[in-house]
């Protein structure tokens, strides 16, 4: 079982950064694929960015590549989101989700966007962009 609980979020003018953080309950934080989706009223949820915790490989939607980094902080089982240059267009709910059953799968340029590849999620966080 994995708790996921996120935090960080708030409301920001566009241009403005944020970071989001998810702290994971597990006993061992390597060999998970922990991604980062969103969602805004009416519309679908949205993969944004994954990391596999055991190479530290990195992955990101077109729409957040260059703006948003997703790290990870093994010491404290936390991945992070910097989102950066924020846009309007960013406001969602945030939320954090982690797969331990087939991360290298979850965690690939085809999968990691997937809702369904992963097992747990955390509650959300809101994320609010003005103009």
């Known amino acids: 079982q994995v708790q996921l609980v996120e935090s960080g979020g708030g409301s920001v003018q566009a241009g403005g950064s944020l970071t989001l953080s998810c702290a994971a309950s597990?006993?061992?934080?390597?060999?998970?694929?922990v991604g980062w989706f969103r969602q805004a009223p009416g519309k679908e949820r949205e993969g944004v960015a994954a990391?596999?915790?055991?190479?530290?490989?990195?992955y990101y939607s077109h729409s957040v590549k260059g703006r948003f980094t997703i790290s990870q902080d093994n010491a404290k089982k936390t991945v992070h989101l910097t989102m950066n240059s924020l846009k309007p267009e960013d406001t969602a709910m945030y939320y954090c989700?982690?797969?331990?059953?087939?991360?290298?799968?979850?965690?690939?340029?085809?999968?990691?966007?997937?809702?369904?590849?992963?097992?747990?999620w955390g509650q959300g966080t809101q994320v609010t962009v003005s103009s």
């Open positions: 990391i596999y915790t055991g190479p530290g490989i990195q």
């Open positions: 597990v006993y061992s934080f390597s060999s998970k694929c």
């Open positions: 989700a982690a797969d331990s059953d087939y991360p290298a799968i979850s965690c690939s340029g085809g999968h990691f966007e997937t809702p369904a590849q992963y097992k747990y």
